[in-house]
């Protein structure tokens, strides 16, 4: 019983030598810490500690930081969220003793889960700990990416670097701490960052110049060597060797064997870790593009419908003015119709021919006149416009809205994963259901836009398509046409490895990249990049403007003219025959009259 009373003694004697000696160490370390963060709150974590020495750590934390507030933590609390409840500016400092090293290494990790930025103080009151163990402690802090963690040891303060490899560092009393902390993630030292490799134009895109060098090209890509080149990183590509779906993706990043994945849709990411938005894009349809209408249909080009039923309507009003005055005239009802549907055509055609009946009634003659200046009018307004159309191709009506699809019999052709999506929006009442039964699944939609077919539709991003608006424009052939037929607005971020430590970084570079104008610029530039990688290739047409006029081009009017002729042609023919016929009958009467 003596023996027992003895070790215990022995051993608080022991435990209380190693706390005084940290006692003032962490002490220090806390005053400074406040007086350069201003921390909010210290979180405590005593776990799993003996009864002597709760005590013991209860006297110390009364001795430090006495002008914070504090929580004692003793047990792993997996759903509090230290940002929510507390605030994103705290300290940890955890007591390690070698009974509790792996218990508390647990909780710490499981409570700060969300918060793997904020500082951290490991404090061991033990006398066991070598350069070896610290050693390990310090790689098992890298690897949990608890990177701005002190560890407090024999009255000695070590932190650690990770870039270019993983060094340990003593700190002297009289060192300011802020900066040691903040130099931490200031340089990458040539470290790899480790971006799979994404071909996924216009944001990201890799070429070979004329020179033969490797360049990079996209507004993400070079959001990425932007974040690059100022912490003197080295960009490594590669593409893994695993599913290229969303839990695979996770997988690997949450094993950080990658560092970066350059496209991810905010909202689809899953369990993965996103960046800030670099932009939005909206998910629009765009059409085979409708080549021209055939020429015949330009004859009705000039006017619009609205119009042609108003002139047909004047034209039948004036038919039945001319009828009726006939009619009242004394002609009979069918002369009357005949001699008034001639005379309205030969008024369209301003052939004008006056019967001097007509002209001896006021209110007609009043009516012709006004006819005439109208058909005169029209007449020259129909044949300016038509020769301005018929100088330039005129396109057929394209398929703009959702009604539009139902009149053509086009496919379109989307990633599998843009297919879910649109699955999802229609189950959500966002679209009609049969949306989808134009949607065919293709893996290869996504390829460069020089490359599509023609016979089928696309969804595509916006800012694939001002890129593909711009190369149309340089020519005088369209392939496509952008319809109003929109599927959603997507904010397009880049997905990161699970704890990253530069994440806050990499945010506040795309917020700087943004609000400086350079995404949009990096945008602009990829048109001229992607000439330059012969990525699109520009069908240039030399075709004039002036187009003239072909035989097939106006079919119906020339077989409404040949008919026309042959009509005339008969009449005239037929009338000469009736006359020679009537003229050698009469003939005929005289003849035998006089031989009587």
Request: glycine fraction near 4%.
């Amino acid at each position: 019983m003596k023996v027992d009373k003895i070790t215990f003694h022995i051993s608080v004697l022991v435990l209380w030598i190693a706390m005084v000696r940290t006692e003032e160490r962490l002490g220090e370390v806390i005053s400074q810490l406040q007086q350069e963060y201003d921390f909010q709150c210290i979180l405590y974590f005593i776990i799993e500690v003996t009864k002597n020495q709760r005590i013991l750590v209860l006297d110390k934390i009364d001795s430090v930081g006495k002008d914070i507030p504090t929580l004692i933590l003793n047990q792993t609390y997996v759903d509090l969220d230290i940002r929510e409840e507390f605030n994103s500016n705290i300290l940890s400092v955890v007591f390690i003793t070698e009974s509790n090293k792996d218990l508390a290494l647990e909780v710490v990790t499981e409570t700060l889960d969300a918060n793997f930025h904020s500082k951290v103080i490991f404090d061991f009151f033990t006398e066991t700990y070598s350069i070896v163990d610290l050693e390990v402690f310090m790689q098992w802090l890298w690897s949990e990416r608890i990177i701005n963690s002190l560890v407090i040891m024999n009255n000695h303060s070590y932190i650690f670097n990770p870039y270019p490899y993983l060094t340990i560092t003593e700190i002297a009393s009289d060192t300011a701490l802020k900066p040691i902390f903040e130099g931490k993630l200031a340089n990458l030292h040539k470290s790899n960052v480790t971006v799979i490799e994404v071909d996924g134009a216009p944001r990201t895109m890799k070429y070979i110049d004329r020179k033969g060098n490797i360049q990079h090209a996209g507004y993400i890509m070079k959001t990425i060597l932007a974040f690059i080149s100022k912490y003197n990183g080295t960009l490594y590509e590669h593409i893994p060797n695993i599913t290229k779906d969303i839990p695979g993706i996770t997988q690997h990043l949450n094993s950080r064997e990658s560092d970066l994945l350059p496209l991810m849709a905010m909202g689809f990411e899953g369990n993965m870790r996103i960046t800030n938005p670099v932009t939005s894009v909206d998910y629009c349809l765009i059409m085979p593009y409708q080549q021209e209408l055939p020429r015949v249909y330009y004859l009705m080009l000039p006017f619009q419908t609205s119009v042609w039923i108003l002139l047909i309507i004047a034209l039948l009003i004036l038919l039945l003015v001319l009828v009726v005055a006939d009619i009242l005239l004394g002609t009979n009802s069918y002369s009357a119709f005949q001699y008034a549907f001639f005379h309205v055509l030969r008024l369209i055609t301003q052939q004008l021919h006056f019967r001097i009946r007509f002209l001896k009634n006021r209110w007609i003659l009043v009516i012709h006149l006004l006819a005439i200046l109208l058909f005169t009018l029209l007449g020259s307004l129909y044949q300016s416009e038509l020769s301005s159309f018929y100088t330039k191709s005129v396109p057929a009506e394209q398929i703009t809205y959702y009604s539009d699809l139902k009149k053509f019999d086009y496919k379109i052709l989307v990633n599998p994963e843009v297919y879910d999506v649109a699955n999802m929006l229609v189950a959500l009442k966002m679209f009609p259901r049969s949306l989808l039964n134009y949607f065919t699944k293709d893996i290869s939609s996504h390829k460069k836009l020089s490359q599509l077919n023609t016979d089928y539709g696309y969804l595509v991003g916006e800012d694939e398509l001002k890129l593909f608006e711009e190369l149309q424009d340089r020519s005088s052939t369209k392939y496509f046409f952008r319809s109003k037929i929109c599927l959603m607005k997507t904010l397009i971020c880049m997905a990161i490895q699970k704890d990253y430590p530069f994440e806050h970084i990499l945010n506040d570079i795309i917020l700087r990249m943004a609000e400086s104008g350079l995404i949009e610029k990096w945008e602009k530039d990829f048109l001229y990049e992607s000439i330059e990688a012969r990525c699109f290739k520009m069908n240039l047409s030399y075709e004039s403007s002036l187009r003239p006029l072909k035989i097939k081009d106006l079919y119906v009017a020339w077989l409404l003219f040949s008919v026309g002729i042959l009509v005339g042609l008969f009449t005239f023919c037929g009338e000469k025959v009736r006359r020679l016929v009537s003229y050698k009958l009469k003939g005929n009467k005289g003849s035998l009259k006089r031989r009587r």
